[in-house]
T-cell receptor, first 116, second 114 residues
Framework: NAGVTQTPKFQVLKTGQSMTLQCAQDMNHNSMYWYRQDPGMGLRLIYYSASEGTTDKGEVPNGYNVSRLNKREFSLRLESAAPSQTSVYFC???????????????FGAGTRLSVL | AQSVSQHNHHVILSEAASLELGCNYSYGGTVNLFWYVQYPGQHLQLLLKYFSGDPLVKGIKGFEAEFIKSKFSFNLRKPSVQWSDTAEYFCAVMRGGSQGNLIFGKGTKLSVKP
């Protein structure tokens, strides 16, 4: 049981390049989330997916797209990276009602992204 | 605007000192409250949570928090900190009906001097 797995762990991009951050969870959770963490800003929600096939914008969605490929996987795409997107990105999933203790978010190890 | 406020950006303590980190939120209605900890270079881990019932909740590693509804507060406490408690601490709120979305405070960095 690996929990929430993110790849890659580190990435350096040039301005304008694109990339996809991958996230997978093996806990059969319905809902998944993408956050970005910046110094002094805490974690801010980029997008979330309440269930397979649905996605919704969070607090800071501009410049990002997401895909809920299946119940396990939720990817985050930067189509044209900008220096302002330099950040640490965390994926999370949340325990389902009736699945042990509900409403607990479990986080991946993060992806540290630098855009030059 | 609805928000979660953590009062201290950086707290520096000596080992064995007592700790209290403040957290206030501005949402009415039902809320679930959380404290997460992030050790240097690591991901967030759940420290403790409040859903309902006894407003004094105990978490891992000797931490506890008290929910005071009238003050919209959920302060984190530990009677005696250790060097290994050096980390960043995040308060988070989940509003009822929010599809599980967490609103985080900006975090408090705790440095414990040996």
């Amino acid at each position: 049981n690996a929990g929430v797995t993110q790849t890659p762990k580190f990435q350096v991009l040039k301005t304008g390049q694109s990339m996809t951050l991958q996230c997978a969870q093996d806990m059969n959770h319905n809902s998944m989330y993408w956050y970005r963490q910046d110094p002094g800003m805490g974690l801010r929600l980029i997008y979330y997916s309440a269930s397979e096939g649905t996605t919704d914008k969070g607090e800071v969605p501009n410049g990002y797209n997401v895909s809920r490929l299946n119940k396990r996987e939720f990817s985050l795409r930067l189509e044209s990276a900008a220096p302002s997107q330099t950040s640490v990105y965390f994926c999370a999933s949340i325990s389902n009602p009736g699945q042990g203790i509900k409403n607990i978010q479990y986080f991946g190890a993060g992806t540290r992204l630098s855009v030059l | 605007a609805q928000s979660v406020s953590q009062h201290n950006h950086h707290v520096i303590l000596s080992e064995a000192a007592s700790l209290e980190l403040g957290c206030n939120y501005s949402y009415g209605g039902t809320v679930n409250l959380f404290w997460y900890v992030q050790y240097p270079g690591q991901h967030l881990q759940l420290l403790l949570k409040y859903f309902s019932g006894d407003p004094l909740v105990k978490g891992i590693k000797g931490f506890e928090a008290e929910f005071i509804k009238s003050k919209f507060s959920f302060n984190l406490r530990k009677p005696s900190v250790q060097w290994s408690d050096t980390a960043e601490y995040f308060c988070a709120v989940m509003r009822g009906g929010s599809q599980g979305n967490l609103i985080f405070g900006k975090g408090t960095k705790l440095s414990v001097k040996p």
